[in-house]
């Protein structure tokens, strides 16, 4: 199984501020067809998940711009610009290019 | 609006059975394969199952093949899993979700339904 590790797994920020998570994968997540199936996941406290980014830097329908998806590989990471209220709950990467599909721990994202 | 309400959640002793259902809306649902999430009581995700948009293909995390059951019923716009010889570490929100776009990620989620498994 392809392992899913996450850092930070706490991220205090203060509102305004930007925030960066990364999550690596323990191996390659490159698709033979040419597509890399790594998704972001947002979990509001209470609420279930909700996509945010797929193919590690498409934005989903609804997504404010100021999540943003990177990387390659084994190596990704989501930054968020400017933190706002609204931002505070669990963020977790996923791999969609073999089963079984796994997550990482999940960030948990709080304000300062 | 594209909505999944899963239900069926329930209190059950470890070695029982139980069935969830996840009743979907506002999209055409023979057309998308779906999946089931699991997330234990202060835990991460967990995927369990997936199914093909036409059910032929099934698809199971180890820990659970052998006992849980993935189907749809595209006349009924219905998905369901069946789930037997249930432990004390299935306990845990089950969430269905669509798969997008791309077809592999999970654009639509439920807001999942609870299973307790205890003596």
């Known amino acids: 199984d392809i392992v899913m590790t996450q850092t930070p797994l706490s991220s205090p920020v203060t509102l305004g501020q930007p925030a960066s998570i990364s999550c690596r994968s323990s191996?390659?997540?490159?698709?033979?067809?040419?597509?890399?199936?790594l998704s972001w996941l947002q979990q509001r406290p209470g609420q279930p998940p909700r996509l945010l980014i797929y193919?590690?830097?498409n934005r989903f329908s609804g997504v404010p711009d100021r999540f943003n998806g990177s990387g390659a590989g084994t190596d990704f990471t989501l930054k968020i610009n400017r933190v706002e209220a609204e931002d505070v709950g669990v963020y977790c990467c996923m791999q969609s290019t073999q089963f079984p599909r796994t997550f990482g721990q999940g960030t948990k994202l709080e304000i300062k | 609006e594209v909505q999944l309400l899963e239900s069926g959640g329930a209190l059950v002793q470890p070695g029982g059975s139980l069935r969830l259902s996840c009743a979907v809306s506002?999209?055409?649902?023979?057309?998308?394969?779906m999946t089931w999430v699991r997330q234990a009581p202060g835990k991460g995700l967990e995927w369990v199952s997936a199914?093909?948009?036409?059910?032929?293909?099934?698809y199971y995390a180890d820990s659970v093949k052998g006992r849980f059951t993935i189907s749809r019923d595209n006349s009924r716009n219905m998905l369901y899993l069946q789930m037997n010889s249930l432990r004390a570490e299935d306990t845990a929100v089950y969430y269905c979700?669509?798969?997008?776009?791309?077809?592999?990620?999970?654009?639509?989620w439920g807001l999942g339904t609870l299973v307790t498994v205890s003596s």
């Open positions: 193919n590690i830097s």
């Open positions: 506002g999209f055409t649902f023979s057309t998308y394969p």
């Open positions: 979700a669509r798969h997008g776009a791309t077809p592999r990620d999970f654009d639509y």
């Open positions: 199914i093909g948009s036409g059910g032929s293909g099934t």
């Open positions: 191996q390659s997540l490159l698709h033979s067809d040419g597509n890399t199936y």
